[in-house]
């Protein structure tokens, strides 16, 4: 567990988050553009720390990630990124134009709702179990590949620098951790994807995105 | 489905939607709530060609604009809401916003695209076909526990207060499914059973709802299958 400095306890707020978790990532990248200090509090999803009396107590659905801010808690990465942009608005996450906002909602809800759930532990676990250790790979590839074929005709016409234009937001907030993930954790080729290839090399040089990666996280295992 | 006639001069909207679809009822309903006219195109199968020719990803629903394309229900649910303020999907208050958005979230991510028919489909084809009601009903179920804890202090009348808001245009059709597809057992969710009364009360949500009441979960299947074959 890690405290940051520059600002008093009592105000500071604090994320619950898994260093490998990719919905912890999005909402560390969200905090980092936004200048926003927090306590790191971890919470092991692999050892069910998320059922755990202490975590149920702060977040009694026990899921992670979970920001507690004062007296609001506020669960699930979108909504706390949404929390985030209406309470800090420096930095914002969304574009002014209503149709570049459309955009960057539908990125995001392309990885949130078509990829992540189907790369779940709970569902890697079954797919595992049921079908077999070398069902799992194929399987989240499968799902990656349509989610990411998807987000490539999406990012066509609006893509610059980042996914939606030349300022990072809310697209790529989500873009950033599920590219690094499926690059990192499950082996995917990227040829078929060339935008979001590059996205990643973009994302890869500026610091509030290294700074969430899983390695940099208090709760990343010692070798 | 529904037609409609163009709005003041205005270029109607445009809806595509698959009638099974939940994701689409959650647009349908707030469509109707807003007073928004729009035509509703019913999309058959897989890879329609007018629905690509607008939407090269495919995915229903979408929504054009006039000019602007936008699919994924929460996109255009945030979109609706943001061009069109009448009727606001969102509370004021942050905390019972949040708490909108998390709803919408747990449908939308952990609930809906785990049971969702072509989803099912699949783990009845490479697990084995006794397997996808269980399946289905094990993910349901972990949501609407999530559900039941996070809104014991935010319901009124419906999910978040007395006013219908974005959380109860995701619960609606999430709960049609669960309770009239997959006969889920409902015992251990009595503020969710509660809801689903207070929504088979209003006639918009009856009107979205009434169309699938009384298929059951292999028909759907069965329906599916020969959409996408």
């Not at chain 2, 804890?149 to 009124?156: E, F, Q, S, V």
Request: include cysteine; proline fraction near 6%.
């Amino acid at each position: 567990m890690t405290t940051s400095s520059g600002q008093e306890e009592s105000k500071k707020l604090q994320l619950y988050s898994y260093y490998r978790s990719s919905c912890s990532f999005r909402v560390r990248i969200a905090l980092n553009l936004k200048g926003l200090d927090y306590e790191y509090k971890a919470v092991n999803l692999l050892k069910g720390e998320q059922h755990s009396p202490e975590f149920v107590k702060v977040n009694p659905i026990g899921y992670v990630p979970a920001l507690v801010d004062g007296d609001i808690l506020v669960s699930d990465s979108f909504a706390i990124v949404m929390y985030l942009e209406e309470k800090y608005p420096q930095h914002p996450l969304l574009p002014r134009d209503l149709e570049k906002r459309a955009i960057n909602y539908q990125a995001a809800n392309i990885v949130s709702a078509s990829i992540q759930p189907l790369q779940n532990l709970d569902v890697l676990k079954y797919i595992e179990e049921k079908v077999g250790p070398d069902a799992k790979i194929p399987w989240v590839q499968k799902h990656i590949g349509k989610g990411f074929a998807a987000l490539e005709k999406l990012l066509q016409n609006h893509a610059g620098k980042y996914a939606t234009g030349d300022d990072v937001f809310l697209a790529d907030v989500f873009l950033a951790p599920q590219i690094h993930g499926s690059i990192h954790r499950f082996n995917l080729d990227m040829k078929p994807f060339p935008l979001l290839s590059r996205l990643h090399e973009a994302y890869m040089q500026l610091p509030a995105f290294q700074d969430a990666l899983p390695e940099n996280q208090p709760d990343f295992p010692a070798t | 489905m529904e037609g409609s006639k163009a709005e003041e001069g205005n270029q109607t909207m445009k809806l595509y939607s698959h009638w099974m679809s939940s994701c689409s009822r959650r647009v349908r309903l707030a469509l109707h709530l807003k007073g928004l006219k729009y035509d509703c195109i019913n999309i058959t199968s897989v890879g329609d060609p007018e629905l690509l020719k607008v939407n090269p990803m495919g995915y229903v629903p979408a929504l054009v604009d006039d000019t602007t394309v936008i699919s994924d229900s929460y996109a255009i649910l945030l979109y609706l809401d943001e061009k069109y303020p009448q009727y606001p999907l969102l509370p004021q208050d942050l905390s019972r916003k949040a708490i909108n958005y998390q709803v919408a979230s747990i449908v939308s991510s952990s609930i809906q695209p785990l049971q969702n028919t072509s989803l099912v489909n699949y783990i009845g084809e490479i697990v084995s076909p006794d397997e996808k009601i269980p399946w289905a009903q094990y993910h349901i179920r972990k949501g609407f526990v999530a559900l039941e804890k996070l809104l014991t202090n935010y319901a009124g009348k419906y999910a978040t207060g007395d006013e219908v808001y974005l959380a109860d245009l995701y619960l609606a059709p999430q709960l049609d499914n669960a309770i009239n597809r997959y006969k889920l057992d409902m015992t251990e969710f009595p503020l969710l059973s509660k809801l689903n009364k207070a929504y088979s009360e209003l006639p918009s949500f009856q009107q979205m709802l009434a169309e699938t009441q009384n298929l059951d979960a292999d028909k759907i299947f069965g329906l599916v299958k020969k959409l996408a074959a």
